[in-house]
């Protein structure tokens, strides 16, 4: 029998996942996974952790708890500090995934005698010529193979996502008909460390900001920001503009040294035709010079794209697209997720 970990969020989605395992026949343990958050936050982790346990109670499997917030603070926490300080878009989700959720939890699972985990993700692994492959999730408006394009094929083995193949409605449904106490529980929003708390609020507890001027493509000051650490390219609200005909402005550029941001009444100015990466990952085999689909952020309508390995990691659109600096751009073929990388500052055409 199949002994599986659950990270049992204290949500829907991962109380269904865990239900379906144990009709499957597997050896269901629950895990809660403590994260970090700060102090000036109000905490929801021990409503979640009651929620979980209350799961699984419900199912009848072992509950079980580990504390990564010095992993999660350490490994997520403060890279994404760091990249915004520079001026730059982070995407903490995709470390949080890499590093915590399929990395230390995964580890850890394995040393207690997990042989695999499972998560409430909506993506599916499907197998393929005896290889794992990453594919989205069947519900493209809860699709989650955005945040997991950096699991390697040894994380696809170990790892199985349940409910990949379910519309969020049947997941509802089947909480409802299995009577599990978080079946009405509404969903999370945003990051799961930062709660109600703007992202704003949140920075600047940690990054010094300050206001600083806004400029036109001419190096003009038109107006005045609340610092530039907090905005990102392809940004149109919060900031001020000195004159009436602003209705719309789109961040172009970010400089965090001198506290400027560019804006620009072309959306246009904001969009790449080439992007260089780093930090590129395939799941497993290299893709380079074939095409693809590329994702600069999550949800948005995927764009042709083309990625070039000789010398620097660069990826051509098949149309001028807004991609900032830091995030990731993920690279699917049809709906298999094959890879990604970061965008980096460097501005090609």
Same mark, same amino acid.
């Given at each position: 029998?199949?002994?599986?970990?659950?990270?049992?969020?204290?949500?829907?989605?991962? #109380?269904?996942?865990?239900?379906?395992?144990?009709?499957?026949?597997?050896?269901?343990?629950?895990?809660?996974?403590?994260?970090?958050?700060?102090?000036?936050?109000?905490?929801?982790?021990? /409503?979640?952790? +009651?929620?979980?346990?209350?799961? %699984?109670?419900? $199912? *009848?499997?072992?509950?079980?708890?580990?504390?990564?917030?010095? /992993?999660?603070?350490?490994?997520?926490?403060?890279?994404?500090?760091?990249?915004?300080?520079? *001026?730059?878009? &982070?995407? &903490?989700?995709?470390?949080?995934?890499?590093?915590?959720?399929? *990395?230390?939890?995964?580890?850890?699972?394995?040393?207690?005698?997990?042989?695999?985990?499972?998560?409430?993700?909506?993506?599916?692994?499907?197998?393929?010529?005896?290889?794992?492959?990453?594919?989205?999730?069947?519900?493209?408006?809860?699709?989650?193979?955005?945040?997991? =394009?950096? +699991?390697?094929?040894?994380?696809?083995?170990r790892t199985l996502f349940p409910i990949g193949a379910m519309k969020k409605t049947e997941v509802r449904e089947t909480a409802a008909r299995l009577g599990l106490p978080v079946a009405k529980k509404r969903d999370s929003q945003g990051l799961c460390f930062i709660g109600e708390v703007s992202m704003k609020d949140f920075l600047s507890r940690f990054i010094p900001v300050e206001k600083g001027r806004v400029l036109d493509t001419g190096g003009r000051a038109i107006g005045e920001h609340d610092g530039a650490a907090?905005?990102?390219?392809?940004?149109?609200?919060?900031?001020?503009?000195?004159?009436?005909?602003?209705?719309?402005?789109?961040?172009? #550029?970010?400089?965090?040294? %001198?506290?400027?941001? @560019?804006?620009?009444?072309?959306?246009?100015? #904001?969009?790449?035709?080439?992007?260089?990466?780093?930090?590129?990952?395939?799941?497993? @085999? %290299?893709?380079?010079? /074939?095409? $693809?689909?590329?994702?600069?952020?999550?949800?948005?309508?995927?764009?042709?794209?083309?990625?070039?390995?000789?010398?620097?990691?660069?990826? @051509?659109?098949?149309? &001028?697209?807004? #991609?900032?600096?830091?995030?990731?751009?993920?690279? =699917?073929?049809?709906?298999?997720?094959?890879?990604? *990388?970061?965008?980096?500052?460097?501005? @090609?055409?």
């Amino acid at each position: 029998m199949s002994k599986v970990f659950v990270g049992l969020s204290g949500g829907v989605d991962s #109380a269904v996942s865990a239900a379906l395992l144990k009709d499957r026949g597997c050896n269901v343990t629950g895990v809660f996974i403590k994260i970090w958050q700060p102090e000036f936050i109000e905490c929801t982790w021990r /409503e979640d952790r +009651l929620d979980a346990m209350r799961v %699984a109670a419900h $199912l *009848g499997i072992p509950f079980r708890e580990i504390d990564l917030s010095a /992993e999660y603070e350490r490994d997520v926490v403060q890279g994404m500090l760091a990249d915004y300080s520079a *001026g730059i878009t &982070p995407n &903490p989700d995709v470390l949080c995934n890499s590093k915590i959720k399929f *990395g230390a939890f995964a580890k850890w699972a394995r040393e207690h005698g997990a042989d695999s985990i499972a998560t409430g993700h909506y993506a599916r692994i499907t197998c393929q010529d005896n290889i794992l492959t990453l594919w989205r999730g069947v519900d493209s408006s809860k699709d989650q193979s955005y945040f997991l =394009y950096r +699991l390697t094929a040894e994380d696809l083995r170990r790892t199985l996502f349940p409910i990949g193949a379910m519309k969020k409605t049947e997941v509802r449904e089947t909480a409802a008909r299995l009577g599990l106490p978080v079946a009405k529980k509404r969903d999370s929003q945003g990051l799961c460390f930062i709660g109600e708390v703007s992202m704003k609020d949140f920075l600047s507890r940690f990054i010094p900001v300050e206001k600083g001027r806004v400029l036109d493509t001419g190096g003009r000051a038109i107006g005045e920001h609340d610092g530039a650490a907090l905005y990102t390219v392809g940004q149109r609200h919060g900031f001020q503009i000195s004159y009436a005909d602003s209705a719309h402005m789109y961040v172009i #550029a970010i400089d965090t040294r %001198a506290n400027t941001i @560019t804006v620009s009444a072309r959306r246009e100015d #904001a969009a790449r035709t080439t992007v260089s990466l780093e930090d590129l990952h395939w799941i497993h @085999t %290299a893709r380079a010079d /074939e095409r $693809l689909e590329a994702q600069a952020r999550y949800h948005e309508t995927p764009v042709g794209a083309e990625v070039h390995t000789d010398g620097n990691m660069r990826v @051509t659109f098949t149309s &001028p697209h807004i #991609a900032a600096p830091g995030q990731s751009l993920v690279l =699917y073929s049809g709906d298999e997720c094959v890879g990604g *990388g970061i965008i980096t500052n460097e501005r @090609t055409k």
